[in-house]
């Protein structure tokens, strides 16, 4: 079982910058892709962005595009959001998830492993 660990979250006022990281304990083909969603209170859990950890290709919401940016350290089975510009509107637990497919993890039933976590708070 695929263990992520998120680490990164806390209260920043709007405008603000937050770096989010999730440590995978290993790398498989079941989570070859890797990503982070949102959910913000008495709302559905929503995708953010994906990371392919071997292409490197990305892709992410309509509503962090141009504000956010995922990367990869593969030698640390880690990925990094960084998220700039943020809104109250970004105010969410943000979870990491990881799956088999950048395409697979747009989707709330394509993700395979979920972390438990890591609450952004947004300030005006």
């Known amino acids: 079982q695929v263990q992520l660990v998120e680490s990164g979250g806390g209260l920043v006022q709007a405008g603000g910058s937050l770096r989010l990281s999730c440590a995978a304990s290993?790398?498989?083909?079941?989570?070859?892709?890797m990503g982070w969603f949102r959910q913000a209170p008495g709302k559905e859990r929503e995708f953010v962005a994906a990371?392919?950890?071997?292409?490197?290709?990305?892709r992410y919401a309509d509503s962090v595009k141009g504000r956010s940016t995922i990367s990869r350290d593969n030698a640390k089975n880690t990925v990094y959001l960084q998220m700039n510009s943020l809104k109250p509107d970004d105010t969410a637990v943000y979870y990491c998830?990881?799956?088999?497919?950048?395409?697979?993890?747009?989707?709330?039933?394509?993700?395979?492993?979920w972390g438990k976590g890591t609450l952004v708070t947004v300030s005006s």
């Open positions: 998830a990881a799956g088999g497919s950048t395409q697979a993890l747009t989707k709330y039933d394509g993700v395979n492993f």
């Open positions: 290993e790398r498989t083909v079941s989570n070859i892709a």
């Open positions: 990371i392919h950890r071997v292409t490197g290709v990305t």
